[in-house]
């Protein structure tokens, strides 16, 4: 059964980031200015912070998964569909926050996954779907990619519904893993909301979304084209953040393990740092393809560890509650981060836009330097536990 889970998240994300590497050129040929891309790229993050947190709610008050998840992945191929018929950037707009709809149910793919693992592999668990995410995420952006070179803009939509239409017949099949629940009450989703752990971690991967939203999924595809990429090199972009996210994706758990959680979070935000402080600076494809592979490799080494501490110490009938809170959160920066850096951009130039998206990932290093010491990163004591529990 997991095997199925696997391909069918593996479809959800192909549905989603087929059309990334020519998205922001495809509504540049529409008419947008830099500030209505950002707002369509930050659309995304917006409907999932609107819907991320009762749709947790709701799942952990019912007791269900699958359905959202078949919800998810339908939503992901009428985005899709939408996008390739939209024939002004407001349509985009619209089909772009539908995308936003279909990720939302992230929250409840990621718990109903780690329902499959016992509680204290919940690390592993989440490396590895992060890791099918990024390998779905790959395919789609080659796949995509090369398809736009050969075929026009519109390849990519037709590849992406089709292939979302087929996902969700195949989610229709997954067996539900039974979860053990008690009734949910205003109190305990207080507690596991305003659980100041959760909050940090959220705040961080709030951080992380903004950066990454900002560059790899934003304005890297504009700055390319800006120096003569052709759309095969677009295409080669996302690759090659694709495969860094990938790799580290898959080695996060291992890499934690070794020097440490607090120690993986401050590299990670220092390799974003530095990679998106560099883009403005560089001049050749290679360059850029360079700080694409450090700012992939960052992405992808922090965010199974943010997860894995969101929902760590949180009973099982309670995660998709915290995960929503976790992932409504981080839907601030993927709205944030593209929208403040196409506003400035637009107002000071490309450069000082990702000289300002370099400080997010500044302030993202010493917020983790500055984690309060009596929050010990992935402890599950008696105190905390009874807190994240309700």
């Known amino acids: 059964m997991t095997s199925l889970f696997i391909l069918v998240t593996l479809v959800y994300w192909f549905a989603m980031y087929v059309y990334m590497p020519i998205l922001t050129p495809y509504a540049e ?4 200015s830099l500030s209505m891309i950002g707002l369509i790229l930050g659309s ?4 999932q912070m609107l819907i991320r947190i009762p749709l947790g709610i709701y799942s952990d008050r019912i007791g269900r998964r699958k359905v959202f998840v078949v919800l998810g992945v339908a939503c992901s191929a009428i985005s899709c569909i939408g996008l390739g018929i939209a024939s002004t950037p407001w349509l985009a707009l619209l089909f772009r926050g539908l995308a936003g709809v279909a990720a939302a149910a992230w929250v409840v793919f990621t718990v109903m996954y780690a329902s499959f693992y016992p ?19 790959l395919v789609a952006s080659t796949l995509g990619g090369f398809a736009a070179d050969a075929f026009g803009y519109k390849a990519p939509f037709i590849i992406g519904g089709a292939a979302g239409l087929a996902g969700t017949m195949l989610s229709v099949t997954i067996k539900e893993p039974v979860v053990r629940r008690e009734p949910l009450n205003i109190d305990s989703l207080m507690k596991v909301g305003l659980n100041p752990q959760l909050l940090w971690v959220s705040t961080l991967a709030l ?3 903004a950066v990454t939203f900002a560059t790899i999924y934003g304005f890297n595809q504009s700055y390319a084209a800006s120096i003569g990429a052709s759309d095969q090199q677009l295409t080669i972009l996302m690759l090659i953040s694709a495969l860094a996210i990938a790799l580290a994706s898959r080695t996060s758990d291992l890499v934690a393990g070794r020097i440490g959680e607090r120690q993986t979070l401050i590299l990670s935000f220092l390799l ?11 001049s050749s494809m290679l360059a850029l393809y360079l700080t694409q592979a450090v700012n992939g490799f960052g992405r992808g080494l922090i965010f199974p560890v943010l997860l894995s501490l969101s929902i760590k110490c949180v009973a099982p009938d309670k995660r998709s509650t915290a995960m929503g809170f976790f992932q409504a959160l981080y839907g601030i920066g993927m709205t944030a981060g593209p929208v403040f850096a196409g506003w400035v951009s637009e107002l000071f130039g490309m450069r000082t836009g990702y000289l300002s998206v370099a400080l997010v990932g500044l302030f993202g290093c ?12 992935g402890d599950c004591g008696q105190t905390n536990s009874s807190q994240m529990n309700g």
């Open 272 to 282: 974003m740092m530095l990679a998106s402080g560099s883009v403005p600076y560089t």
């Open 207 to 209: 951080l992380v979304q």
């Open 29 to 32: 040929s529409m008419g947008a």
């Open 44 to 47: 995304y993050g917006f409907t």
């Open 119 to 137: 509680p204290e592999h919940s690390g592993k668990a989440m490396a590895v779907i992060m890791f099918y995410t990024s390998v779905g995420q």
């Open 366 to 377: 010493l917020a983790v330097i500055g984690w309060p010491r009596k929050w010990q990163i």
